[in-house]
């Protein structure tokens, strides 16, 4: 089969991806929007959240209620609890790391925070590898036959994975236009001194943001973790790229354009391996990281 | 008792003394206006009154309390609201979420409050789903100030409203602050627009140099030579 034909195959393997990304950049942009520092431990966060999932999993697993799989997913209901609780987990560590080191810097400046940023990523990365060990952990290891849907092939894991994306991307649409935090985080990305001013309890709306973004992120590496089949310490950290060429692709601070841009990133990826090796895939990302800074710093829909 | 009273107040920026011992106050229900040259510390002088800036020196009481260092939140409790100069509404969000915001600290049903404002400013019910960023400057202005009265406030603090207006539109701005004295709000504004502001004032003061040179009713301001000659352009 030649290159054009893979496309419509590898567009759905790029939504597939793009999902996983999505839900990263999300948190990386809210962070952003309300903090102003490029946040480099979010990436750890989604290998917390997948690593957390997973230990709730073997508990779990241990129930005979629980056991088992759903039709032809490779999960089954004890995956249920684990992913809800390892949400919480992941944003209540988020929380606690915020109380902890970056709120004692609030009004420092924005590359001493993401300075301290890449410090907390190592302590993460290296707390989850002093306790996981560097083996490389599955949720499953169920063989899945793929289905046909619309022309193209894909594993009913995917097409749950694209789903799920697409449900948290529109809870967290509700939560950002129906409750009041969601008002005032948009109104605290918007100007953080008029906030203050108005009488929006700021800190209370940052430890949401950290909260909402630290669980989208740990969805996503336990999704990452289902895609793949594979869950190592070094899942989040090299997912960082692609969610950093999402965030820039879709504005920096604009959680609608990291969704966007999580999604271009993610088929644009896929869709570069009909022509050039896999192997090239973190190159494309940080090709238009860069082609984007240069041309359109603003990003696709950025207002500035 | 004054509603506000501000008592031999020094402060500014750092190491950069602005006010001198600056004292003035505002009763209940009246409207009274601060007008001066450029860095004569009329803004230095709210900022200071809503807590954002900490006087050296010298007092703040609010309904008889001491407010004085205060954090801005506090204040609003008590029932202070103050409209930065610019910056001053969300653009992002729309004429309704800006006004929700106003009374974050609230928790409970905006509803009654909401309706309150838009009968002040009935443009503002027409357009609550309008992103505010899309709308002109008189507009965001009532977006701000009604963003303040939310809170029911017994106290506004307006910092320079009319600036960048329009001319069609700073009489517009002054006649809705008419209207929100007249709806049991005291109201102390600083403004370049001195003329105009001093007519709808009940008092005024004038600040030179981080001291309070005059002070008297609006229309006595008005009609002082030397007001007139030094502040309000002969």
């Known amino acids: 089969m030649g290159p054009w034909e893979r496309l419509p195959q590898l567009f759905a393997y790029g939504l597939v991806s793009g999902s996983v990304i999505t839900l990263g950049a999300i948190g990386l942009s809210l962070t952003h929007s309300i903090l102003r520092f490029a946040n480099f431990a979010h990436g750890d966060l989604m290998t917390a959240g997948a690593y957390i999932a997973l230990g709730f999993l073997l508990v779990f697993q241990r129930i005979p209620a629980l056991r088992g799989h759903f039709g032809r997913l490779s999960f089954g209901p004890a995956m249920i609890p684990a992913f809800l609780l390892a949400l919480l987990g992941t944003g209540i560590l988020a929380i606690a790391i915020d109380r902890l080191v970056y709120r004692r810097l609030r009004r420092a400046r924005p590359v001493m925070l993401l300075m301290l940023s890449v410090g907390v990523a190592f302590v993460l990365r290296n707390l989850i590898l002093f306790s996981a060990g560097a083996d490389p952990y599955y949720y499953s290891h169920r063989i899945q036959r793929a289905i046909h849907i619309l022309g193209v092939r894909l594993k009913v894991d995917q097409v749950f994975i694209i789903a799920l994306g697409f449900v948290l991307v529109v809870l967290l649409h509700l939560f950002l236009t129906r409750t009041r935090i969601g008002k005032a985080m948009r109104a605290m990305a918007d100007n953080p001194e008029l906030a203050q001013v108005t009488g929006i309890d700021t800190e209370r709306v940052i430890a949401w943001t950290w909260g909402i973004g630290a669980a989208l992120a740990a969805a996503g590496g336990i999704l990452s973790g289902i895609e793949n089949k594979l869950i190592t310490p070094q899942l989040g950290w090299q997912a960082l790229l692609p969610l950093f060429a999402a965030v820039v692709l879709g504005g920096i601070g604009s959680p609608y354009g990291a969704m966007a841009g999580g999604m271009l990133i993610g088929i644009t990826q896929e869709l570069s391996t009909a022509f050039i090796s896999t192997a090239y895939k973190p190159a494309v990302a940080f090709g238009i990281l860069v082609l984007m800074l240069i041309l359109r710093p603003q990003g696709l829909f950025g207002r500035r | ?234």
């Open chain 2, 1 to 234: 008792m004054p509603l506000l009273e501000v008592r031999d107040i020094r402060s500014g920026y750092g190491d950069m003394e602005v006010l001198h011992g600056i004292s003035i106050h505002v009763d209940s229900g009246e409207i009274v206006t601060i007008i001066g040259p450029n860095g004569a510390g009329k803004s230095t002088l709210l900022k200071t009154v809503f807590g954002l800036l900490k006087p050296t020196a010298g007092r703040v009481f609010f309904q008889g309390q001491d407010i004085t260092g205060l954090p801005p939140h506090r204040i609003v409790q008590l029932g202070m609201c103050y409209v930065p100069q610019v910056d001053n509404v969300f653009p992002s969000l729309t004429v309704q979420e800006n006004l929700e915001m106003g009374g974050f600290i609230l928790r409970g049903d905006l509803r009654e409050r909401l309706e309150r404002v838009y009968r002040l400013f009935p443009v503002l019910r027409e357009r609550r789903r309008q992103r505010v960023g899309k709308m002109s400057g008189g507009e965001r202005q009532m977006v701000a100030m009604g963003r303040a009265l939310i809170m029911d406030p017994s106290l506004l603090l307006l910092d320079e409203p009319t600036a960048a207006l329009a001319p069609n539109l700073v009489t517009q701005v002054f006649e809705s602050i008419q209207r929100i004295r007249d709806s049991g709000v005291a109201i102390l504004i600083v403004e370049q627009n001195a003329r105009q502001a001093l007519e709808i004032s009940d008092r005024g003061y004038v600040f030179v140099d981080g001291m309070n040179r005059y002070q008297g009713s609006g229309r006595e301001l008005l009609a002082d030579e030397e007001v007139g000659r030094l502040f309000l352009g002969g």
